[in-house]
């Protein structure tokens, strides 16, 4: 059974700093893409950073590039997105996603709030 955990989001003020997880079992971690997406209330969720399998490729979305940075673990299937210099419009809960080919897995998501 192939299970994604995020962690770490919480309540930070602006300017401060998150660092997400999401601990991956069930599958071959280092053959996926894994993906960091958002949902804000009442928006679509969107794409926020991708890492290839052995991470030598990553993308970001414009709103958070040179603010976030995604990286992985593969020996601890683990993948990471810091989140620094967060703004309020940086609010929403993150999901992490592994990609590869047709299959698409998602964790549960953790809420990041950032205060004004």
């Known amino acids: 059974q192939v299970q994604l955990v995020e962690s770490g989001g919480g309540l930070v003020q602006a300017g401060g700093s998150l660092r997400l997880s999401c601990a991956v079992s069930g599958l071959t971690f280092s053959n996926y893409f894994m993906n960091w997406f958002r949902q804000a209330p009442g928006k679509e969720r969107e794409f926020v950073a991708s890492?290839?399998?052995?991470?030598?490729?990553?993308n970001y979305a414009d709103s958070v590039k040179g603010r976030f940075t995604i990286s992985r673990d593969n020996a601890k299937n683990t993948v990471y997105l810091q989140m620094d210099s967060l703004k309020p419009e940086d609010t929403a809960v993150y999901y992490c996603?592994?990609?590869?080919?047709?299959?698409?897995?998602w964790g549960q998501g953790t809420q990041v709030t950032v205060s004004s």
């Open positions: 890492i290839s399998g052995p991470g030598d490729n990553r």
């Open positions: 996603a592994a990609r590869l080919l047709v299959r698409n897995y």
